[in-house]
T-cell receptor, first 114, second 113 residues
């Protein structure tokens, strides 16, 4: 079945460091891909998305590119801030799934130190 | 936003539990997820206009209801120790859902002893 694998955490960075969180997926057809973020004390919220190959999703300085050839959707940011400290989840929705049916990775906790 | 209650509860094996969710106003689709410790959320089922229209790999003792007033329930019968988890409710409107944007509550943490 469809699945998502993302790098294990926790990840600890200093402010202004570069961030990459790896995410690869297994799915039939062409899934839609997402990054969700969970800030402390809040619910999960959509960070960015891409719905077809070579699409680049971006938001709040974060980017991820849908790479069909490597089945990847790595999350990147050039300069992280303390406020980026959160848990990041990579997710996909298969073409046959209902709109609320997302398949999530295990999550990667990011801590940014001043 | 999406609100869930209770935030924490403790039950014993074999008991039944009801978790509640109030969706964001205007959202007619609600999904429920189970998140075990250290794992990502797992899809339980989805309700649209008060009917279940999608289900993940969960047994029938997991059931739900959706009401016309944007509220919903998740019921779990015959609780097992492995049911201990954070239960998340997510709502969406048709357009937002098609784009993959779900709005999540903070969850109800269930502990089964």
């Amino acid at each position: 079945g469809d699945s998502v694998t993302q790098m294990e955490g926790p990840v600890t960075l200093s402010e202004e460091a570069c961030l990459t969180i790896n995410c690869t997926y297994t799915a039939t057809g062409y899934p839609s891909l997402f990054w969700y973020v969970q800030y402390p004390g809040e619910g999960l919220q959509l960070l960015l998305k891409a719905t077809k190959a070579d699409d680049k999703g971006s938001n709040k300085g974060f980017e991820a590119t849908y790479r069909k050839e490597t089945t990847s959707f790595h999350l990147e940011k050039g300069s992280v801030q303390v406020s980026d400290s959160a848990v990041y989840f990579c997710a996909l929705r298969g073409r046959s799934g209902s709109q609320g049916n997302l398949i999530f990775g295990k999550g990667t906790k990011l801590s940014v130190k001043p | 936003g999406v609100t869930q209650s209770p935030t924490h509860l403790i039950k014993t094996r074999g008991q039944q539990v009801t978790l509640r969710c109030s969706s964001q106003s205007g959202h007619n689709t609600v999904s429920w997820y189970q998140q075990a410790l250290g794992q990502g959320p797992q899809f339980i089922f989805q309700y649209y206009r008060e009917e279940e229209n999608g289900r993940g790999n969960f047994p029938p003792r997991f059931s739900g209801l959706q009401f016309p007033n944007d509220s919903s329930e998740l019921n779990v019968n015959a609780l097992e120790l492995d049911d201990s988890a954070l239960y998340l409710c997510a709502s969406s409107s048709p357009g937002q859902g098609r784009d993959g944007e779900l709005f999540f509550g903070e969850g109800s943490r269930l502990t089964v002893l």
